[in-house]
């Protein structure tokens, strides 16, 4: 099967969250026509306002023309609709962090979109290998794990699990390349690379808070002093304490439930909170002045 893909090919991102939004712009910019589709009302529409905002942003600071912003804007299509993904060479899906949800989202779109059609995932954690299980064509599914925020993050992780044919994993490395982003081959392990590595760092992190060692901004201090661009708390504050405790549960999980991958207290509160991070306005940290108002 053919799984070649170029810059014309038209590409539908499921999910117009964080991350869902930062993919679509990412794709606009080198050229796709995009269907951007988000099963809430509205999130498409306010996805693309929030892109919009951030484009007229860098076109004032003098790092994009006006051209290019009002180009890239145009090729995104804001769909109420999955059946927007008919048509479409290649679906990235960034919708909640939750197996099953993404697995039922693969079966309703193979029922969609061409047979030669690849099937991405952004999962953080999730194996490739179980979201490709029940697909009648499994060898198109991969991971396509792109870091926050999308735009700015050149690292790409492109995740095979044990049908993922290696023709779609090359069309993929090679797209995200002409994505202008720096690509790297995984297998399907929990939490694939980075997320493995960072999983004790951020347990560490709560399990200092949760025994009251030191205030979030005093780790975070620590941490940038120590070299990082962000601390801890406000990496974690970026993410979103929903997708980073559910990927916690899913890495935990996925290694028989080791010590070293355990879920903390600490997030779960903030999480039973509402106490997301930035996205909704607080986490650690209170970013209500500082959050971009939802325009929807
Ligand atoms: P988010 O919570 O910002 O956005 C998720 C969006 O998906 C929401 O707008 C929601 O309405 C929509 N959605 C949920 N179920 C849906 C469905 N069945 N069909 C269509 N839309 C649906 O989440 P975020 O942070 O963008 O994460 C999305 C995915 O990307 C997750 O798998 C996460 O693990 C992964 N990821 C997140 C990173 C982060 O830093 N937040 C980094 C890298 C990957």
Redesign the pocket.
């Known amino acids: 099967m053919r799984h070649a893909l170029d810059t014309q090919s038209p590409v539908c991102v499921?999910?117009?969250?964080?991350?869902?939004a930062g993919i679509a712009q990412v794709a606009a910019q080198a050229g796709h026509p995009v269907q951007l589709?988000?099963?809430?009302d509205g999130?498409a529409l306010a996805a693309l306002r929030r892109l919009a905002t951030g484009l007229d942003a860098l076109v004032a600071k003098g790092r994009l023309s006006a051209e290019a912003a009002q180009a890239t804007l145009a090729r995104i299509t804001p769909a109420t609709s999955?059946d927007a993904a008919a048509g479409a060479r290649l679906v990235v899906e960034?919708?909640?962090?939750q197996a099953e949800?993404k697995r039922?989202?693969f079966a309703q779109l193979e029922a969609i979109v061409d047979a030669d059609c690849v099937l991405a995932?952004?999962?953080?954690?999730i194996s490739i290998t179980a979201l490709a299980r029940d697909l009648r064509h499994p060898g198109r599914c991969v991971g396509l794990?792109?870091?926050?925020p999308v735009p700015v993050m050149k690292l790409v992780e492109v995740v095979s699990g044990l049908r993922t044919e290696p023709s779609v994993a090359q069309a993929v490395f090679a797209l995200s390349e002409r994505w202008r982003k720096t690509p790297v081959h995984a297998r399907s392990t929990p939490g694939f690379i980075v997320n493995r590595i960072a999983r004790p760092y951020y347990a560490e992190t709560l399990a200092l808070l949760q025994e009251r060692a030191a205030e979030p901004a005093v780790l975070d201090a620590c941490l940038r002093g120590a070299g990082f661009r962000m601390g801890p708390c406000e990496l974690m504050d970026?993410?979103?304490h929903?997708?980073n405790f559910?990927?916690t549960a899913s890495v935990h999980d996925a290694n028989f439930g080791d010590r070293r991958y355990g879920p903390s207290l600490v997030q779960r509160e903030l999480v039973d909170g509402g106490l997301l991070g930035r996205?909704s306005g607080r986490g650690f940290y209170d970013h209500a002045e500082r959050a971009a108002p939802d325009p929807a």
């Open positions: 499921i999910g117009a969250g964080i991350m869902g589709h988000d099963a809430r999130a999955i960034a919708i909640v962090e949800a039922t989202l995932s952004n999962t953080s954690s794990h792109f870091f926050n970026l993410i979103g929903d997708t559910a990927v996205k």
